[in-house]
T-cell receptor, first 111, second 113 residues
């Protein structure tokens, strides 16, 4: 069964303290892995799409990487405005219309 | 561009009442989706559409119906609301199968008493 697991569930960081969020997946043929940011009371906001192992993408303080079993979202020198829930989702070859979401990691960055 | 918009933002229903949630997108996307988000469950796909006039069932379709009469609009209906349908509902759209990124609306918070 296709599955996505995110860890940790919650993460507290001091401003400037770099860390990583993990997304482990089991899927029958990966078409794409997606990272979203979700602020309270709002819809998920697209961050990155990764298509193949070894691929990396960056945006400001965020960097996403992909292996055959997992993806990491690295946050370098985070700021309080990076506080949000980060969602990971995968799209399988068999059901290309469907995204399978993890439960997310709630990130809190304290000043 | 407004992107994906949803109406209403909030709604409270009594058990057995019906309602329709409206999703609109101005990006000329072919695919549209309805998800529900519940604490600890992640986002789950209710129904989706691969083009005007088409709809299909997702992961949790029971109790919901959808229609896509126009390419830019995707409607989600609840014929007889139940407390188990209390949730936050998100609409999303994507260009198509080859360009796969889904873009989400702001959500509708529905409470069924």
């Amino acid at each position: 069964e296709d599955q996505v697991t995110q860890s940790p569930e919650a993460l507290r960081l001091q401003e400037g303290e770099s860390s990583s969020l993990n997304c482990s997946y089991t899927v029958s043929g990966l078409r794409g892995l997606f990272w979203y940011r979700q602020d309270p009371g709002k819809g998920p906001e697209f961050l990155f799409t990764l298509y193949s192992a070894g691929e990396e993408k960056e945006k400001e303080r965020l960097k996403a990487t992909l292996t055959k079993k997992e993806s990491f979202l690295h946050i370098t020198a985070p700021k309080p405005e990076d506080s949000a829930t980060y969602l990971c989702a995968v799209q399988a070859e068999v059901s290309s219309y469907k995204l399978i979401f993890g439960s997310g990691t709630r990130l809190l960055v304290r000043p | 561009n407004a992107g994906v918009t949803q109406t209403p933002k909030f709604r409270v229903l009594k058990t057995g009442q019906s309602m329709t949630l409206l999703c609109a997108q101005d990006m000329n996307h072919e695919y549209m989706y309805w998800y529900r988000q519940d604490p600890g469950m992640g986002l789950r796909l209710i129904h989706y559409s691969v083009g005007e006039g088409t709809t299909a069932k997702g992961e949790v379709p029971d109790g919901y119906n959808v229609s896509r009469l126009k390419k830019q609009n995707f409607l989600l209906g609840l014929e007889s609301a139940a407390p188990s349908q209390t949730s936050v509902y998100f609409c999303a759209s994507s260009y198509g199968v080859t360009i796969r990124t889904q873009y989400f609306g702001p959500g509708t918070r529905l409470t069924v008493l």
